[in-house]
């Protein structure tokens, strides 16, 4: 189900339960009457100020005409692919040239805490 502006402030599963109250095109009480929930229960779950349990959930998308089911997730990075890439990107910087310097560029910690307190 895609986010709608109201479900982005939710926690996830009352997310889904609004989601389920806005598609079903049921009236909370009549929602809540048909999963055997108290109307007040189901606004709660809506607002967001009361988090649906798994059971609760099923019982309204039944309720709503949905199905609820779990489905296989991909995960958000194809692992192989970022492990080829990590690989190239380590084997770049050890071909980079390599060139220690005996001194830093900018003046030492102790040179610039006695001219900066007496400059000012």
Partial sequence: MP??????????????????VDRSG???????????????????????????GADALVRLAAAGGFELRLNPRKPPVDVDRASRILVQVLELAEALPFRPRRELDYPRLPDRIGKGASGR
């Fill in 3 to 20: 986010d709608s502006p109201r479900s982005l402030a939710r926690p996830p599963a009352s997310a889904l339960a609004g989601e389920i």
């Fill in 26 to 52: 049921l009236r909370q009480a009549e929602l809540a009457r048909r999963a055997g929930l108290p109307r007040s229960v189901v606004n709660a779950y809506v607002r967001g100020s009361r988090e649906p």
